[in-house]
């Protein structure tokens, strides 16, 4: 009975959260080790610079419903400037069902100095929440997301937000009222033309707008801005 309850509770959250958006061929070919970032597929994927030993690292918590992998062409273009980026691979690809997962990540890589954590859309959300209470956490990205509440407001982190002008899925209203909720000194980074699912690479999500500007040149403009 205790099995069937689970496996019913499982099949009603699948149903919840629907089919997840599957990783582009940018982001499969961005899988592959090259000769400046050493990649890993295991169950995270980790991106590891090649030629010298990284003392900062970055978690990206994925947005809802999107497959991690779809990920890869930004994390690896932030390996190649020096950190250690690990993309968390989400139960369900909803990041709320593991908000605590970048704790054993941090623990495993004892190496690494400095940590910032970033998350897109509600992966954000999660981020930012996960941030606050972590004193190994020194800075936060949002990628066209906003804190649920105002906790990071006065921690003394860093805080980047970084969204595109051409976004259909964030609403607008609450990322400007979100503002309240954030540090003075956060940076606010519009890049215009860009819209919500080029932060990573896995097509058109439901309700966007069209991007006028193209997928490489917003991942410029994400790494120049992320860290």
């Given at each position: 009975?205790?099995?069937?309850?689970?496996?019913?509770?499982?099949?009603?959250?699948?149903?919840?959260?629907?089919?997840?958006?599957?990783?582009?061929q940018?982001?499969?070919?961005?899988?592959?080790?090259?000769?400046?970032?050493?990649?890993?597929?295991?169950?995270?994927?980790?991106?590891?610079?090649?030629?010298?030993?990284?003392?900062?690292?970055?978690?990206?918590?994925?947005?809802?419903?999107?497959?991690?992998?779809?990920?890869?062409?930004l994390?690896?273009?932030?390996?190649?400037?020096?950190?250690?980026?690990?993309?968390?691979?989400?139960?369900?690809?909803?990041?709320?069902?593991?908000?605590?997962?970048?704790?054993?990540?941090?623990?495993?890589?004892?190496?690494?100095?400095?940590?910032?954590?970033?998350?897109?859309?509600?992966?954000?959300?999660?981020?930012?929440?996960?941030?606050?209470?972590?004193?190994?956490?020194?800075?936060?990205?949002?990628?066209?997301?906003?804190?649920?509440?105002?906790?990071?407001?006065?921690?003394?982190?860093?805080?980047?937000?970084?969204?595109?002008?051409?976004?259909?899925?964030?609403?607008?209203?609450?990322?400007?009222?979100?503002k309240?909720?954030?540090p003075?000194?956060?940076?606010?980074?519009?890049?215009?033309?860009?819209?919500?699912?080029?932060?990573?690479?896995?097509?058109?999500?439901?309700?966007?707008?069209?991007?006028?500007?193209?997928?490489?040149?917003?991942?410029?403009?994400?790494?120049?801005?992320?860290?």
């Open positions: 009975e205790i099995t069937t309850r689970l496996v019913g509770s499982e099949m009603c959250i699948r149903d919840r959260i629907g089919t997840s958006y599957k990783p582009g940018l982001a499969l070919d961005s899988l592959v080790s090259d000769n400046k970032v050493e990649v890993t597929v295991d169950g995270n994927i980790t991106f590891t610079p090649k030629g010298k030993e990284a003392t900062k690292g970055f978690i990206l918590y994925p947005g809802a419903k999107v497959d991690a992998k779809a990920y890869a062409p994390c690896k273009a932030i390996a190649e400037n020096g950190y250690e980026v690990i993309i968390l691979d989400m139960p369900l690809n909803f990041a709320m069902l593991a908000p605590n997962k970048a704790e054993k990540v941090i623990k495993e890589h004892d190496h690494i100095k400095s940590w910032v954590v970033g998350g897109h859309s509600l992966g954000g959300v999660v981020a930012s929440r996960f941030a606050a209470k972590n004193k190994n956490v020194d800075g936060v990205v949002l990628l066209a997301s906003y804190p649920s509440n105002d906790d990071l407001k006065q921690l003394g982190k860093e805080v980047v937000s970084i969204w595109g002008s051409k976004d259909g899925v964030i609403k607008f209203e609450n990322l400007i009222e979100s309240d909720k954030l003075e000194d956060t940076t606010y980074v519009e890049i215009e033309g860009a819209n919500h699912a080029q932060f990573g690479d896995y097509g058109k999500q439901k309700g966007d707008y069209d991007a006028s500007v193209s997928y490489t040149h917003l991942r410029a403009h994400e790494t120049r801005s992320n860290l």
